[in-house]
């Protein structure tokens, strides 16, 4: 039987809810998520000292600090075949590097499949560590989040190599 339990973590996007089942990762959700969970779902609020969810917090305040480009956390991705396919795609694009929905769709061997990648992308339930933030219109324009644009600016922007010769 698989037991969930949750914490809320303050970061500089907001409150998120981190969801962990049994010893994964299996969600990080922002208080405006398009495709937000029932709460109910999520399984009893833990202390933040919880050994899943503490690491999981202590890595995104690396990632948040810029200390941290890549996360190591087991997760609990639970989609369809096709979602799950999509999901793994997004870790292969690495921290500073955006792609296009038709560029992640051949990644993972299904050119043409854009809308479906877009549709199975914004639900991706673990936001940031796995970073559907990455993924781009095809004329690199911002496009949805599920967390919201503005949040979407906000983690490219972190990631953002610095510009040599910048004074600040």
């Known amino acids: 039987m698989t037991t969930r339990h949750t914490t809320m ?17 299996s969600g990080i959700f922002m208080q405006q998520h ?4 029932p709460t109910q779902t999520f399984g009893p609020a833990v202390s933040p000292d919880d050994d899943v969810l503490a690491e999981v917090a202590r890595q995104l305040t690396e990632y948040f600090s810029g200390e ?3 996360f190591d956390l087991p997760l609990a991705q ?13 870790l292969d694009i690495e921290y500073g590097q955006t792609w296009s929905y038709g560029q992640l ?3 993972i061997g299904a050119p043409g499949s854009s809308r479906a990648v877009g549709l199975a ?10 970073p559907c933030h990455r993924v781009v219109g095809a004329s690199g324009s911002m496009t949805g989040y599920g967390g919201g644009i503005e949040r979407k ?5 972190l990631e953002r190599p610095p510009v040599e010769g910048a004074l600040f």
């Open 9 to 25: 973590e303050h970061t500089p996007i907001g409150v998120l809810t981190l969801v962990a089942e049994d010893d994964a990762l």
């Open 34 to 37: 398009r495709h937000r969970p």
């Open 68 to 70: 941290r480009r890549d």
């Open 78 to 90: 639970h989609g369809t075949d096709f979602q799950r396919r999509v999901w793994r795609g997004l």
């Open 105 to 107: 769709a051949a990644h």
């Open 121 to 130: 992308n914004g639900r991706n339930p673990i936001s940031i560590v796995v």
């Open 153 to 157: 600016a906000w983690l490219l922007n």
